[in-house]
């Protein structure tokens, strides 16, 4: 038997280099399910949530051309080397829809939360461009090595309704021990990670 995806699995075999996966378990530690993502290159998860249906919604980093998005979905196509992904499983496992979301550099997605219906994500980016949404916190790239990012996804993955740049004139990294986000009663959101930068 195939130690990471389970029988009937949305993708029962390793597509690239690197897979991302998603597994469930029941409150007695057996495994329900479990399914690999990704396509022909090196794909990783860094983030889940799930929604008030029991669906679950993954994010993280692909450099794969295909096997990522969905037709409709907000980005069809991998922009720059390495893109963040977002995709929604139903709660048996199966694909329900996946975006690409990036510029031309290379974006990663690290936290995810559900907010007033939509799905707001967190991550890195040296894109120049491809990021930021008009009338929003931060418009362009402040500089360094990475700027933060956060992005408010549709529930259904085919729009974004606003998304911001986060950084300064230097490095904005995050480690994965210390990078995080959380969202209150009335959909305010706090992020935290770490920063070089003496501005913005």
């Known amino acids: ?19 991302a996966y998603i597994v469930k378990f029941n409150p007695n530690g057996t495994r329900l399910w479990s399914t690999y993502y990704g396509g022909v290159s090196d794909d990783g998860a860094y983030g889940a949530v799930t929604d008030a ?19 409709g979905a907000y980005q069809t196509t991998l922009n720059g080397t390495t893109d963040a992904f977002i995709a929604k499983f139903d709660p048996a496992g199966f694909f ?7 510029g031309t550099g290379v974006d990663r997605a690290f936290a995810v939360e559900n907010s007033c219906s939509n799905l707001l994500f967190f991550g890195l980016t040296n894109s120049l461009s491809g990021i930021a949404t008009a009338n929003t916190h931060q418009l362009a790239y402040g500089g360094g090595t990475n700027d933060g990012f956060l992005t408010l996804f549709s529930p259904n993955g085919s729009s974004v309704v606003w998304s911001t740049y986060y950084g300064g004139n230097n490095d904005e990294y995050a480690y994965f021990s210390v990078i995080g986000m959380a969202t209150n009663s009335v959909n305010d959101a706090a992020i935290v990670g770490s920063t070089a930068s003496t501005n913005n």
Not at 96 to 102: A, P, T
């Open 53 to 71: 249906n029991g669906n679950i919604i993954i994010i993280g980093e692909t450099s794969s051309s295909a096997n990522i998005a969905s037709a």
């Open 1 to 19: 038997a195939n130690v990471i995806a389970t029988a009937g699995a949305y993708q029962s075999s390793l597509g690239g280099f690197r897979d």
């Open 96 to 102: 329900q829809w996946g975006s690409y979301f990036g």
